[in-house]
């Protein structure tokens, strides 16, 4: 099983800070996705990443897919309260289709 | 499109009872899997079906777990006997293609085993 390293595990910042988010493993992914899941909810697709180097933006969220296709990283600009949830990556393995996550990382932006 | 339905919402039974979680995917998807996911982490797959086979069920629990897709449709994952350490939110998810089609998650099964 390819593992996903994402860091911070826990992240709370103020209202209007930016952050970043870090999905790291020494494995290669054909695409990786990242999700975010609330409280009650499953994870909702926010985008997938499959060329290396890729960049995506998502409104004030940035996405971008590491040269070799092993780490990924998401910023978020001027947080918002509305963008507290559990951040989640995702990496389809080469060898197959089975997708696996990261252990998450929890955002906490307080107004 | 209708999402992918999940019952029961929350469980509750005692250790070494038996429990049953029942899934319904988006129509015309494919591809069902199956996550169990601890309080705090990722994620982790038990298994992953394709139409109504098995495509994989490595990190499935085999003593104790156990999961069909009679069908190719819908699907059940049961526990049998339950322990302590299985207590987490159970998530049923769904793809029309693994490779380059995103999942779509339901809202989960909390079981709570005391």
């Known amino acids: 099983t390819q593992l996903l390293e994402q860091s911070p595990q826990f992240l709370s910042i103020q209202e209007g800070e930016n952050l970043t988010v870090y999905c790291n493993s020494s494995?290669?992914?054909?695409?990786l996705q990242w999700y975010r899941q609330e409280p009650g909810e499953g994870p909702v697709l926010l985008v997938t990443?499959?060329?290396?180097?890729e960049v995506k933006k998502l409104k004030r969220l940035t996405f971008q897919f590491g040269d070799a296709r092993k780490d990924s990283s998401l910023h978020i600009t001027a947080a918002q309260p509305g963008d507290t949830g559990l951040y989640l990556c995702?990496?389809?393995?080469?060898?197959?289709?089975?997708?696996?996550f990261g252990e998450g990382t929890q955002l906490t932006v307080n107004p | 499109e209708a999402g992918v339905a999940q019952s029961p919402r929350y469980k509750i039974i005692e250790k070494r009872q038996s429990v049953a979680f029942w899934c319904n995917p988006i129509s015309g998807h494919a591809t069902l899997y199956w996550y169990q996911q601890i309080l705090g982490q990722g994620p982790k797959l038990l298994i992953q079906?394709?139409?109504?086979?098995?495509?994989?069920d490595s990190q499935l629990p085999k003593d104790r777990f156990s999961a069909e897709r009679l069908k190719g449709v819908d699907s059940t994952l049961k526990i049998q006997p339950a322990k302590l350490e299985d207590s987490a939110v159970y998530l049923c998810?769904?793809?029309?293609?693994?490779?380059?089609?995103?999942?779509?998650f339901g809202n989960g099964t909390r079981l709570t085993v005391t």
């Open positions: 998810a769904s793809s029309s293609n693994p490779r380059n089609s995103p999942l779509h």
């Open positions: 990443v499959v060329t290396g180097g």
């Open positions: 079906f394709q139409n109504n086979g098995v495509v994989d």
């Open positions: 494995s290669v992914f054909s695409s």
């Open positions: 995702a990496g389809v393995e080469t060898s197959g289709s089975r997708l696996t």
